[in-house]
Every structure is written in C-alpha cells, then in structure tokens.
C-alpha cells in the first residue's frame, strides 16, 4: 500500500456524461499529479498540482480539468466523454515539486459505454 | 516532443537469468529516471530510480545504470525469479517545471520455472 488512496474504483458510465475521479496524496505530500493509461497509449502523464497550484501540463485534453483542495486531495473532471477516454486513471504524489520520487494510488478503471 | 524509447517490448527468460531492459531519452535537460514495476491491474510500483548525477545504482538483485552522454539507461535484474514476471516501465523527467514524467512504452517480462 503506498499511501495514495483514490475514489472510485471503478466506474461505468456512458458517452456524453461528465464524472469525477478523487485522489488523497500520502500523507505530508505536497504535490499530486494524474497519469492516463490505455493499451494503446501505455502511461501519459496528464496534469500535476503543487500545494493547491497547478504545476505542470501534459497531454490533458480540453475536456478534462484539475483542482487540488487546500487540504491537498486532488478532483480530475472529464467531461463529455468519449469511447476512447475508457482507461485507467492513476493519481500519484510527491513530497516536493521537483525530482521527487512518485507513488502512485490504485487507480480508477472508467468505461465509456 | 519529448519521448522515451523502450525496448524489448517482451522479454522471457529462464528462472535465474540475468534480464536487462533499455530505454533512450529525448531530453538532454531530464535528470531523473526511475523504473516501475507494474502487475496484472494493479498500481505501478517504483522498484529503483536514479538520478543524474551517479552512473549506476544497485539494489540487490535488481540495479540501474545511466549514460547521460549517450541518454541512455538500463535495468538489469539478475538471478530472475517467477515473482519477477511483470509489465516494467522506465520514465525519465519533464524539462517543464515539476517532476512530471515520461514513460516508455513498457516491457512485459516472463520468468518461467
């Protein structure tokens, strides 16, 4: 167990529709950031926040969006959903903002039906 | 764009043999790359990380080498175990602000008794 818990962990839903994944950091953590992975795609780092402020960008699409909570859970919003956005959602966090190591949650398993 | 390279994508090797993974990096400005292990749906697992500044480290059976020069490098597990077979992912660091990473494609090594 790493330390990073996240909320659902499975979740079925249908295209169109918007959801929300949740993440709690290790405790004393201060960063978190959210990987994609899909088969085709493997592990894509999408978006990290650093105590409550955004950090750094990857491949997020427009429909998806971040927050990281004063208490420093953190929500990923994705919106409109397509087939394509069925895969797994892991969180991961850090103590600090750079070169720091990441542990990553259990992951969210989201179907697009 | 940034990229990390991979290879194998598959590895089988025989209980007790040495197996060595590659990866190459884009990036002359990453100088942090750990390595992650990843089993069938569950969370990727961080098995050993280097950073720029040390040529090799070793942790058991498991070890890492880095050539910056080069931008290229390498697991190598020796003495393979069944436990051992998994889906192994290299990352190398983001030149952008935060420790967000770069993952390689992933090589799923068989150990067979």
């Known amino acids: 167990d790493s330390g990073v818990t996240q909320t659902p962990k499975h979740l079925i839903t249908a295209t169109g529709q918007r959801v929300t994944l949740r993440c709690s950091p290790r405790?004393?953590?201060?960063?978190v950031y959210w990987y994609q992975q899909s088969l085709d795609q493997g592990l894509q780092f999408l978006i990290q926040?650093?105590?409550?402020?955004?950090?750094a960008k990857g491949n997020i699409l427009e429909r998806f969006s971040a927050q990281q909570f004063p208490d420093l859970h953190s929500e990923l919003n994705l919106s409109s959903l397509e087939l394509g956005d069925s895969a797994l959602y892991f969180c991961?966090?850090?103590?600090?903002?750079?070169?720091?190591?990441?542990?990553f949650g259990p992951g969210t398993r989201l179907l697009v039906l | 764009g940034e990229n990390v390279e991979q290879h194998p994508s598959t590895l089988s090797v025989q209980e007790g043999d040495s197996a060595v993974i590659k990866c190459t990096y884009s990036d002359s400005a990453s100088n942090y790359f750990p390595w992650y292990k990843q089993e069938l749906g569950k969370r990727p697992q961080l098995i050993i990380d280097?950073?720029?500044?040390?040529g090799e480290k070793k942790d058991q059976r498991i070890a890492v080498t880095l050539n910056k020069t080069a931008k290229h490098f390498s697991l190598h597990i020796t003495e393979t175990q069944p436990e051992d077979s998994a889906v192994y992912f290299c990352a190398a660091s983001m030149r952008q602000a935060g420790t967000a990473l770069i993952f390689g494609k992933g090589t799923t090594l068989s150990v067979s008794s």
């Open positions: 926040y650093y105590n409550g402020e955004e950090r």
């Open positions: 280097i950073r720029s500044n040390v």
């Open positions: 991961a966090s850090s103590v600090g903002e750079n070169q720091e190591t990441q542990y």
């Open positions: 405790s004393g953590d201060l960063s």
